[in-house]
């Protein structure tokens, strides 16, 4: 069984930059398509990024060139940079595991398709 466990979040002002690591145990992390998710209080959970097997990224477009997403297999580590952050960035944000290899890279974005996750990590940016 995979388990997944998040890092890095924290409070942050507004225009800072803040680095998240989902740390992959139990099974090779190359062997998985790593998606990171957000959560806000009474908000629906939202896509942020993915990163397939092969390496292909997806980005939601709310955070397209203000974050990067990362694999090292090596090490069992998954990274999300986020850079310029506001208030609306606030959140939980999980990173969630999937060993299918879709053909279509829609299915990414989708949290169904996940079916190990970490326990989040709270994202909080002040004005």
């Known amino acids: 069984q995979v388990q997944l466990a998040e890092s890095g979040g924290g409070l942050v002002q507004a225009g800072d930059s803040l680095s998240l690591a989902c740390e992959v145990s139990?099974?090779?992390?190359?062997?998985?398509?790593i998606g990171w998710f957000r959560q806000a209080p009474g908000k629906e959970r939202e896509f942020v990024a993915a990163?397939?097997?092969?390496?292909?990224?997806y980005y939601a477009n709310s955070l397209e060139g203000r974050s990067t997403i990362s694999r090292d297999n090596d090490k069992n580590l998954v990274f999300l940079q986020m850079r310029n952050l506001s208030p609306e960035d606030t959140a939980s944000y999980s990173c969630?595991?999937?060993?299918?290899?879709?053909?279509?890279?829609?299915?990414?974005?989708?949290?169904?398709?996940?079916?190990?996750w970490g326990q989040g990590t709270q994202v909080t940016v002040s004005s």
């Open positions: 969630a595991a999937t060993p299918a290899q879709y053909t279509e890279g829609f299915w990414y974005y989708s949290y169904r398709r996940y079916g190990s």
């Open positions: 139990g099974r090779s992390l190359s062997d998985y398509a």
């Open positions: 990163i397939r097997q092969s390496g292909i990224k």
